[in-house]
């Protein structure tokens, strides 16, 4: 069993900063990408940034120098770093892992956390 558990979501006002953390746990032999999405009121949960066990990133375009994914592969955490937030970065940030359990096999399992609510005041 693998669990993620975000934190640091809250209320900031326009052109402030938040760093949102999430940590996978359990039975993992190997997390390949880790991700953060988010979904805002009445809108379809879309990809916000990610990164590979090597490094490589994706940000949506929307994003882009403004959020900075990184993670701690010692750790099995990944962070998002938000800087100059708008309004419209509003909504319910989810992690996600593309996990290799230790239960054996090769075949990675994609796992959700349970989210954390940002927003952005104007």
């Known amino acids: 069993q693998v669990q993620l558990v975000e934190s640091g979501g809250g209320l900031v006002q326009t052109g402030g900063s938040l760093t949102l953390s999430c940590e996978a746990s359990g039975s993992i032999f190997r997390i390949n990408t880790m991700g953060w999405y988010r979904q805002a009121p009445g809108k379809q949960r879309e990809l916000v940034a990610a990164?590979?066990?090597?490094?490589?990133?994706y940000y949506a375009d929307s994003v882009k120098g403004r959020f900075t994914i990184s993670r701690d592969n010692a750790r099995n955490t990944v962070y998002l770093q938000m800087n100059s937030l708008k309004p419209q970065d509003t909504g319910v940030y989810y992690c996600n892992a593309d996990v290799v359990p230790t239960s054996g096999g090769t075949t990675a399992y994609v796992y959700w956390g349970q989210g954390t609510q940002v927003t952005v005041s104007s």
């Open positions: 990164i590979t066990s090597g490094g490589s990133t």
